[in-house]
């Protein structure tokens, strides 16, 4: 059975920093394509970040670029998302996901992913 789970979200005041992690278990984790999504109220889910199986290709919106960073650790089953310099509009419930594509590959789309996480919520306040 496969379980993503999420943790480090919270409540931060603009500027601050977060860091997300999802941990992983029930597969083999080397092998999945990595990304973070996030979903604010209303709005439909939207991609945040996604890494490469080895973790040397990364992509991130335009949206976070700059901001946020994108990183895994495959010998501990884990994805991280370091969040830096938040905005109102990056609050939301975030996501983690695991995506079975090739090893070049980068995942910036919902429906490449197979397995996600039940996300963890950050909030944003001035």
């Known amino acids: 059975q496969v379980q993503l789970v999420e943790s480090g979200g919270g409540s931060v005041q603009v500027g601050g920093s977060l860091s997300l992690s999802c941990t992983a278990s029930?597969?083999?984790?080397?092998?999945?394509?990595m990304g973070w999504f996030r979903q604010a109220p209303g709005m439909e889910r939207e991609f945040v970040a996604t890494?490469?199986?080895?973790?040397?290709?990364?992509l991130h919106a335009d949206s976070v670029r700059g901001r946020f960073t994108i990183s895994r650790d495959n010998a501990k089953n884990m994805v991280y998302l370091q969040m830096n310099n938040l905005k109102p509009e990056d609050e939301g419930v975030y996501y983690c996901?695991?995506?079975?594509?090739?090893?070049?590959?980068?995942?910036?789309?919902?429906?490449?992913?197979?397995?996600w996480g039940q996300g963890t919520q950050v909030t944003v306040s001035s």
């Open positions: 890494i490469s199986r080895g973790g040397g290709t990364k």
């Open positions: 029930g597969l083999t984790f080397s092998t999945y394509v």
């Open positions: 996901a695991a995506a079975a594509l090739s090893a070049s590959s980068l995942g910036p789309y919902r429906h490449e992913y197979d397995y």
